[in-house]
């Protein structure tokens, strides 16, 4: 066995933050609760045929009705921190601050406090894709006006909830909601070829939001705040042929560099810019289809981060592919991708159990990105179908990438900060609806309890986050290893 191959024994530094995450509609429920304004996924699961079975949110986990229950089955996985998101037009049900749906916003009061009492702090993502629909009506994120609607958005919740939420999350992966939302209209609002503009207007609204805090609450309400992009690594298909070489690079700049070089080197990857460029050209356009940021704006975007928030879940083998002249993000990017075949599948056709991938990304944002602290804010697996909670996969998954994560901190000197679980619990998976099951808790949606049933994952888990990690068994018998 190589050192590679090995798990690795160590800690973790004692004030490492474990999290396990959720959003609000794929878990909340209560979907016009309360004067609760309509979002886009509200529309679009309700299209029919656009999820599996045509599942919705409408119920979800019933999250909105279970406080108490969420935060004791927080309680027994030991961890210190929990990830959950805001729904938007819970808390202002036309998108704008004209009109604030207070009871909205006492839900979230109420979850933070419980969490409080508990000792277990809010991390807050702020945008986890359910927009209200009453800004879709007039483009949702193709329009600029977005930028300042979405900035007094953030500006309530750092008045209401700041002085006792200290994490926050501006957006999470923006690439998933420009690319499926804006691009292949395969999520909501499903739109289809507008990808870069409504990506340059994620980007703007990201750094707005940011400044805020960093101008007006900054000083007195002392969080953290930054932006979750989420990415794939890439390994050529063949590693002695140049070609793959290459591919694997145009992955990762169009994919984690779309968003992340903005924000921490400024502006677009170069590798974007002169691509995009260079084919627009080609087709007798005038100019690029990449926006273009203005140089003020490239300075104001550039450093708007207090960490690197990153969500990972698996590895690509990538080659070349000539699109031709097809004009968008998959003619541009020239890059196919395949799965090696000896690597695990899982219950998501496009996630297989691929560790080593996992400490190669944190090595590559440490070199790419200027060695920032780095925040994992979504690491699972899923199984498909029936609920298994005998779930050894989701175990063996956990243990080999969380050991990635010591082994990217402990021997590659990345600035590892925190791990969080996707998900605490099995929720609505999108397009994918409630067939595919991130959870480690089940939660029993045919009975009107709505039960959350902890799977074994949930136990090995919390192992984990009460060792810190994984203390070496030579060292002496650990009770870490045995929670109550
Ligand atoms: C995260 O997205 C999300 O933040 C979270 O809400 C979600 O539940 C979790 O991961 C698990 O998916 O079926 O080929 O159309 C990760 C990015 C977006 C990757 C959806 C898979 C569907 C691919 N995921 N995408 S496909």
């Not at 979002?39 to 699961?45: C, L, R």
């Not at 981060?305 to 990017?333: A, E, K």
């Not at 400490?359 to 790419?368: A, G, N, Q």
């Amino acid at each position: 066995l190589t050192n590679e191959e090995k798990i690795l024994y160590g800690e973790f530094p004692k004030m490492f933050n474990w999290s396990t995450a959720s959003s609000s509609y794929q878990i909340e429920g209560g979907w016009r609760a309360h004067g609760k304004g309509l979002s886009i996924w509200d529309k679009f699961a309700h299209t029919p045929l656009k999820t599996d079975k045509s599942d919705n949110g409408d119920f979800a986990c019933n999250s909105y009705n279970k406080i108490e229950e969420d935060v004791e089955v927080l309680k027994k996985l030991k961890v210190t921190f929990y990830r959950f998101s805001i729904s938007w037009p819970r808390v202002l049900p036309d998108g704008t601050k004209d009109y604030i749906n207070q009871a909205g916003l006492n839900y979230y009061s109420r979850l933070v406090n419980a969490l409080r009492a508990a000792n277990i702090q809010p991390q807050v993502t702020l945008y986890h894709w359910d927009l209200p629909l009453a800004l879709q009506k007039v483009g949702g994120w193709e329009n600029e006006t977005i930028v300042q609607r979405f900035r007094d958005y953030a500006d309530v919740l750092f008045t209401h909830l700041g002085s006792r939420v200290k994490f926050w999350i501006t957006l999470n992966e923006p690439f998933i909601v420009a690319n499926l939302g804006y691009g292949y209209g395969s999520f909501a609002p499903g739109i289809v070829g507008r990808q870069y503009i409504a990506a340059h207007n994620l980007i703007k609204a990201h750094a707005e939001a940011w400044h805020l805090y960093n101008d007006k609450y900054r000083a007195t309400q002392r969080g953290v705040i930054s932006i979750t992009v989420n990415s794939d690594w890439a390994e050529p298909r063949n590693p002695y042929k140049q070609e793959d070489v290459d591919a694997a690079q145009r992955y990762l700049q169009f994919f984690i560099g779309w968003f992340a070089h903005p924000i921490f080197n400024g502006d677009y990857p170069e590798l974007m810019k002169t691509i995009i460029r260079e084919r627009s050209l080609a087709a007798g356009l005038p100019g690029s289809r990449l926006p273009e940021f203005t140089p003020e704006e490239i300075e104001s975007i550039k450093g708007t981060h207090d960490y690197f928030g990153l969500n990972h879940y698996t590895t690509v083998l990538s080659f070349p592919v000539n699109m031709g002249d097809q004009q968008d993000y998959d003619g541009d990017r020239g890059t196919g991708v395949t799965h090696d075949r000896t690597w695990i599948e899982t219950g998501s056709s496009w996630l297989k159990i691929t560790p080593f991938g996992f400490r190669k990304l944190l090595k590559f944002i440490r070199d790419e990105y200027g060695n920032p602290p780095i925040y994992v804010t979504e690491n699972g697996v899923s199984e498909r179908g029936a609920v298994d909670l005998d779930d050894i996969h989701r175990t063996h998954f956990y243990e080999n990438y969380i050991n990635q994560g010591l082994k990217a901190l402990l021997l590659d000197g990345v600035d590892l900060r925190g791990y969080t679980a996707w998900s605490l619990m099995d929720n609505f998976e999108w397009a994918a609806g409630y067939s595919e099951r991130f959870g480690l808790f089940y939660v029993n949606r045919s009975d009107p309890d709505f039960p959350r049933i902890p799977k074994n994952s949930a136990l090995r888990y919390a192992s984990i986050v009460n060792c810190n990690g994984f203390p070496d068994p030579a060292l002496g018998p650990h009770d870490c290893l045995t929670p109550e």
